[in-house]
């Protein structure tokens, strides 16, 4: 067939698209079944060819009606373009997604030629299982503190001139923990709709990760981890990064709770220059390891999947995604391996340098 600008010829058969395709002449027989329409209907190309295109393709909507009789494309109002994609079953019971263009020899004119185009929905039932999956997994985390909370809440309002004031302090504080735990299920839980639509937001300003790296930690040790399970190697100086401070504190917040949660011994955060290639400029990278017992070699290709767990320690398991989300939204790369330890061992590198007029 011809290019859109008539320059030159595109070499393609119909056996080269990756949607099932029937076309059927103005008397409706079939003209061309390719090879995706024959593996989705089971029928070969050969026997397709020259035959009325609702006996090749027999669709059936779900309470049992001929799509072709409702549809009719060749006696139906002469209006119409085409039929938008919807589920229909083949012959068994086979879902397939079915769009249909009318081709006509004029405006109102009859049908010169039907295209039909045909989709598994494998791919769709994947989808909705896993959105299935994942409101299913964030409810159950939901359930548990907001148990909590308004398991203390009513019992303050009910009982409250009987507690202490160390009471009532230690109660608001474990709702305080719970409330906090809950906002960052939700922030999980919009981050993972916003990676998946392509819509993650990332505010761009100048950030110190070294500084964020240290913070992170003290915040870690003052919340009952021993200062010295953490062994900090940052050299100075450090290139400057544009980037989203809030996006990178969740990425080093979970890489370091994973680590301290799931991991064992020694907590080694590591920071280094990677210098730059003729195809990449220049990067910092951040290396997390442990001493933990490691992930399985055959595990390591679904870690950044969504509910991959590496124990049976709690979590959504949405951490990790999130995390190889935010970094490639800023450009960058994130991979998993083994520690010298034996322990897991996460490194994400980001462009360095920040804009000209920031310089």
Known sequence: MDTAGGAGRLDMRPDDLPDGLVIADRLGLVTCFNAEAARLTGHAAAGALGRPVERVLPLEDFDGRPWWRLTDPYGGLATRSGQPERNLLLP???EVLVAARYVRTRPGGPVRRLVVTLRGTDARRRTERSNAELIATVAHELRSPLTSVKGFTATMLDKWDRFTDEQKRLMLQTVDGDA?????????LLDVSRIDSGRLEIRRQPVRLDEAVRRHVETMVNGGCAADRFDLRIPE???GLWADPDKLDQVLG???????RHGGGRVTIEMDRVPPTRTRQEGMAVTVSDEGPGIPEEAMQRVFTRFWR??????T???????KGIVEAHGGTVTVGRSSGG???FRFILPAGTPAFLS
């Open 92 to 94: 068994g019971g086979r």
């Open 180 to 188: 906090d735990r809950v906002t960052r299920l939700i922030t999980e």
């Open 237 to 239: 100086p450090l290139p």
């Open 254 to 260: 979970n890489l370091l709770e994973n680590a301290v």
């Open 310 to 315: 590496g124990s049976d320690r709690g979590g």
């Open 317 to 323: 398991g949405l951490g990790l995604y999130i995390v």
């Open 343 to 345: 322990g897991a061992r």
